[in-house]
């Protein structure tokens, strides 16, 4: 069955700091992979998402993800934080093709210092 | 374009009671999915509807049913409610639900508190 860890709980950094957050999965196909991000209050919003190809992938606010399958891994990353990025940040991995259902990663949460 | 809507927004309810929740998709979209999200058990998938089928149902008790309207609106119910329903009920559309290919956009959720 498909799965996703991630490992680090919460993870303090400071604004400016560059950042990587952890995703690890358990999928036996080419996964479909999707960063998303959680503000206080509010709905997910997608990062990023690899399906195929180039597997460092470009997304919103600064982010980039890059696949690795030989570590079954999809970190998230960014060069320098900003004190707005404060959020939780949750990997997902498609169920399969055909669904949009998503199984999710139990999240990371993210706090910036100034 | 309106994002994805959820009514309430809010609710509280008591154990033994029912509650419907909506959830109004992006203009053109046909897929709805919801999540239940809380702080034990994170983000789980209740249901997947794609034109008024239910394509996909998360492992949750018979007391979770949902259903979606030939307008792609989708409504969940959820029948005699217990203290661990409480949650943030998320909903999410796309336009197809063949997820590889088309981005869910995500409503801001329904904070359900059971008492």
């Known amino acids: 069955a498909q799965s996703v860890t991630q490992p680090d709980i919460h993870i303090t950094v400071s604004e400016g700091a560059s950042l990587e957050l952890r995703c690890n999965y358990s999928y036996g196909a080419t996964p479909y992979l999707f960063w998303y991000v959680q503000s206080p209050g509010q709905g997910l919003q997608l990062l990023l998402k690899y399906f195929s190809g180039d597997t460092l992938v470009q997304g919103i606010k600064g982010f980039e993800a890059e696949f690795k399958r030989s570590q079954s891994s999809f970190n998230l990353r960014k060069p320098s934080v900003h004190w707005s990025d404060a959020a939780e940040y949750f990997c997902?991995?498609?169920?399969?093709?055909?669904?949009?259902?998503?199984?999710f990663g139990t999240g990371t949460r993210l706090q910036v210092f100034p | 374009k309106a994002g994805v809507t959820q009514t309430p927004r809010y609710l509280i309810k008591t154990r033994g009671q029912q509650v419907t929740l909506s959830c109004s998709p992006i203009?053109?979209?046909?897929?709805v999915s919801w999540y239940q999200q809380t702080p034990g058990q994170g983000l789980q998938f209740l249901f997947e509807?794609?034109?008024?089928?239910?394509?996909n149902k998360g492992n949750f008790p018979g007391r979770f049913s949902g259903r979606q309207f030939s307008n792609s609106r989708s409504e969940m119910n959820v029948s005699t409610l217990e203290l661990g329903d409480s949650a943030l009920y998320l909903c999410?559309?796309?336009?197809?639900?063949?997820?590889?290919?088309?981005?869910?956009?995500f409503g801001p959720g329904t904070r359900l508190t059971v008492t």
């Open positions: 509807y794609f034109s008024e089928t239910q394509r």
């Open positions: 997902a991995v498609g169920a399969s093709y055909n669904t949009d259902k998503l199984i």
């Open positions: 203009s053109g979209h046909r897929s």
């Open positions: 999410a559309s796309s336009l197809v639900g063949t997820g590889a290919s088309y981005e869910q956009y």
